[in-house]
């Protein structure tokens, strides 16, 4: 059984997500969620970015292998290192394959303003380089990685994701 029809479901899906974190940071929520409610949007932002590579090795029209993409992430030394931590720890509740050293999300600036509502910023430290990334920068950067790498796979990336609501 198959959960969509392609790996350009979960690229769109990424998109979303990460669409998500972004308005979640720079506009105002007044949905009467926690904190809580952020942080599940920050983990499952990236637990679909470093799960693009399942779709892309598993869908039989990428001609992808999981060592194809292993090895190009590795090559790099990339961010998506990073995400493959923040997703496999949020996911599993214990990281015990570091990938980046153990990043993990590092802190959250949550600014409230009566009558508004609640922005949500969330930082994540990349372990390698005791670098601290803002969230949505880090996905940024991790989407950068996957479009580069379906360019040289020779894979096609739509114009335009499905929207986000």
Request: glycine content about 6%; overall charge negative.
């Given at each position: 059984?198959?959960?969509g ?83 496999n ?5 214990v990281?015990?394959?570091r ?6 999300q ?60």
């Amino acid at each position: 059984m198959s959960y969509g029809s392609g790996w350009i479901d979960q690229w769109n899906r990424v998109s979303r997500w990460r669409e998500r974190v972004r308005r979640d940071r720079d506009e105002w929520q007044n949905t009467g969620l926690g904190t809580e409610h952020f942080l599940d949007e920050l983990h499952a932002t990236f637990q679909a970015i470093w799960h693009l590579k399942d779709w892309l090795h598993n869908d039989i029209h990428a001609a992808v292998t999981k060592k194809n993409i292993e090895d190009w992430v590795k090559l790099r030394g990339s961010v998506l290192l990073v995400a493959a931590d923040l997703a496999n720890g949020s996911k599993h509740f214990v990281l015990r394959n570091r990938r980046a050293g153990g990043s993990h999300q590092s802190r959250a600036d949550v600014r409230v303003y009566v009558g508004h509502g609640v922005q949500a910023t969330f930082y994540v430290q990349d372990e390698r380089s005791h670098t601290e990334w803002e969230a949505v920068d880090l996905a940024d950067a991790c989407i950068a990685e996957w479009r580069q790498f379906l360019i040289e796979a020779g894979l096609p990336i739509p114009d335009r994701p499905t929207s986000a609501d």
